[in-house]
C-alpha cells in the first residue's frame, strides 16, 4: 500500500513537484510565465495536496535522462586526486580572486591589508569534502560566494570588524564543508548565495530548452 500523501517529507513532494514544471516547460508544454509563476508556488508552498494539484494537468514525467541531467547541473562538482593541498592569496592594497571552474585545494590562506579578495565557489571543482579558510584580514573586504550545495561554518574573531553568513548551509553529509577561521579588524567578511535555488531552476530548465533546439519565449 503506498504511503499517504500527507505522511511523505513535503521536500521529496516539492521536488516532485519542480522537476515535472521544469520537464513540461523545457518542452514548451508551458509558457515563461506560467512556468515560473507555478515554480515560486511550489517553493513556498507547504501543502502536500497543493504541491500534486499544482502540476497536475502537466503530462510529461521526469525521466532518466533528466534526473541525469539535474545531478549533473546541482551536484557540487568533484575531482579525483588530492594534489593540491594549500594555496594563498595576498591583497595589499589591491585584489584578489579565485572564480569559474578553479580547483579548490584543502586550506587556503587568505591575507588582506586595504583591499579586497573574493572567492567564487559557485562553479568550483572540489578534491575534498572538507576545505579550511584562514582569514587575517585589517582594513579589507573579503566576499566569499557559495553555491546552496555547499555547507559552511563562519568561526571568525572580530575587532570592531563584522563576518556574515547568509549561506543556508543545508546541503547533505557528503556535500563539500567550508569552514572558515580567523581574524578581521575593521575589515569585513561576507558568505552568501550568488543565484539562488529558483535561479538555478530556471537557468536549468532554460538550458533543458536550448538542447531540446526550442527558442525561450512565452
Known amino acids: 500500500m503506498p504511503v499517504k500523501l ?60 533528466y534526473d541525469a541531467s539535474k545531478e549533473r547541473s546541482f551536484s557540487p562538482k568533484y575531482a579525483a586526486g588530492d594534489n593540491t593541498e594549500d594555496d594563498k592569496i595576498i591583497s595589499i592594497l589591491g585584489n584578489g580572486l579565485r572564480e569559474g571552474e578553479w580547483l579548490v585545494p584543502k586550506r587556503i590562506k587568505v591575507i588582506d591589508i586595504l583591499g579586497s579578495s573574493k572567492l567564487d565557489f559557485t562553479d568550483a571543482i572540489f578534491q575534498h569534502q572538507h576545505i579550511e579558510i584562514e582569514l587575517a584580514t585589517v582594513l579589507g573586504s573579503v566576499e566569499i560566494f557559495v553555491p546552496e550545495s555547499v555547507n559552511v561554518t563562519v568561526k571568525m574573531f572580530n575587532i570592531i570588524g563584522s563576518s556574515e553568513n547568509s549561506a543556508p548551509s543545508m546541503a547533505g553529509r557528503q556535500a563539500p564543508h567550508i569552514t572558515i577561521t580567523g581574524y578581521s579588524v575593521l575589515g569585513s567578511l561576507d558568505v552568501k548565495v550568488k543565484r539562488t535555488m529558483k535561479e538555478k531552476f530556471v537557468a536549468f530548465a532554460n538550458n533543458l530548452r536550448e538542447a531540446l533546439g526550442l527558442e525561450q519565449k512565452s
Do not use: G
Open 6 to 65: 500527507e505522511d511523505r517529507p513535503i521536500e521529496q513532494v516539492r521536488e516532485e513537484a519542480v522537476d515535472k514544471l521544469i520537464v513540461n516547460y523545457s518542452h514548451a508544454i508551458i509558457s515563461a510565465e506560467a512556468f515560473e509563476r507555478r515554480l515560486d508556488e511550489a517553493m513556498a508552498s507547504n501543502s502536500h495536496q497543493h504541491l500534486v494539484d499544482l502540476v497536475s494537468d502537466l503530462p510529461m514525467e521526469a525521466d532518466k535522462r
